[in-house]
């Protein structure tokens, strides 16, 4: 089945520094790669996503860029801020199923003041 | 739009019991998965509906079962709870689509 390989577990960055996230995806009929945020005591927020037919997608200080050819797909945070710190999941579909995703492991983010 | 909404947030109940947790999607949204969360699994899909039809369904044995209803709120049950169910479950609403927005979970601990 569709596995997804996250790294590293922990992250920690000062204030104002770029964090980044990398995940990589097994099957290759994976098209749809969200990335959630997750605080303590909620759900799991999406952050944002990116489709197999976009190489990098951009949202403020948020970006995630797409290697169908190698697999991988990474998340990138700039200018980081104490609020950033959470837990931080990638994503992947199977291609044809609707609803279902595939979790990575998670990377806690902690950003330093 | 009002979010996700789960109840209850919080239920204690005992080995070989059976519990029913309820999600309501947002207004619109007519899929509805549902994850469990473990510390040592991590998110794990358990199944989604859409317009009342169950779509897929993850690697869980039967003892988990979900139904939909025809304005979208989904339920899911758990039989014969065993340690192993204490999980953070959570549902998700999708408008058929890939997106999936996520409620604030149901924290079950199954003593």
Request: proline letters at 4%.
């Amino acid at each position: 089945g569709e596995n997804v390989e996250q790294h590293p577990s922990t992250l920690s960055v000062q204030e104002g520094d770029s964090a980044v996230i990398k995940c990589t995806y097994s099957d290759s009929a994976s098209n749809y790669f969200p990335w959630y945020k997750q605080e303590l005591g909620k759900g799991p927020q999406l952050i944002i996503d990116i489709r197999s037919n976009v190489g990098e997608k951009k949202d403020q200080r948020i970006a995630v860029t797409l290697n169908k050819t190698a697999k991988h797909f990474s998340l990138h945070i700039t200018e980081t801020q104490p609020e950033d710190s959470a837990v931080y999941f990638c994503a992947s579909d199977d291609g044809t199923s609707y609803g279902k995703l595939t979790f990575g492991q998670g990377t806690i983010l902690t950003v330093h003041p | 739009k009002a979010g996700v909404t789960q109840t209850p947030r919080y239920l204690i109940k005992t080995r070989g019991q059976q519990v029913t947790l309820s999600c309501s999607p947002i207004s619109g949204h007519r899929s509805v998965s549902w994850y469990q969360q473990t510390p040592g699994q991590g998110l794990q899909f358990l199944f989604e509906y859409f317009s009342e039809t169950q779509r897929n369904k993850g690697n869980f044995p039967g003892r988990f079962s979900g139904r939909q209803f025809s304005n979208s709120r989904s339920e899911m049950n758990v039989s014969t709870l065993e340690l192993g169910d204490s999980a953070l479950y959570l549902c998700a609403s999708g408008d058929g689509n890939n997106e999936q927005f996520f409620g604030p979970g149901t924290r079950l601990t199954v003593l």
